[in-house]
């Protein structure tokens, strides 16, 4: 009777070959799964922040109506103003600061001359210091 020889050597490498292939995929779903997730956190964050702007800006385009109904009206233009919510700058300008989203405002500034208001600047400006979340949770749900 033969006996039969059992032999290791090319079947060890390919299966050493197929497991880090197996690892080499489980890492790269991973760091898919963490970019997807920090891709959607980024997403939700802009989504929020153009939601704020769009309605401080319809907010702005009310006052401004306002402002522009009370000076046809013939009020005066320091009247008009403070009733609108402005405040006087100085050489006929007035601001205001609509508040949009939770960290920042739109400063807005007018000129009034006569009847007439126009807008001088438009921005948005930060009410506290921003600090950036660096880290990369990969299994945790964000508490957003």
């Known amino acids: 009777m033969k006996k039969r020889e059992i032999h290791f050597g090319a079947s060890g490498i390919s299966l050493i070959l197929v497991l880090f292939g197996i690892v080499a995929m489980l890492l790269l779903a991973v760091l898919s799964l963490s970019a997807a997730q920090a891709s959607l956190r980024l997403s939700q964050r802009v989504l929020s922040s153009e939601e704020s702007y769009a309605d401080a800006v319809s907010k702005e385009a009310e006052v401004l109506a306002g402002l522009d109904a009370a000076l046809s009206s ?8 403070a009733n609108a919510g402005f405040s ?15 960290t920042q405002v739109l400063a807005v500034t007018v000129k009034i001359e006569g009847t007439t208001v126009s807008a001088v600047t438009e921005k948005t400006q930060s009410t506290e210091e921003v600090t950036y979340d660096t880290s990369l949770p990969v299994l945790k749900k964000s508490a957003e």
């Open 74 to 81: 013939g009020e005066a233009a320091n009247t008009a103003a």
């Open 88 to 102: 006087a700058k100085g050489d006929g300008t007035y601001g205001i600061a609509i508040p949009c989203g939770k």
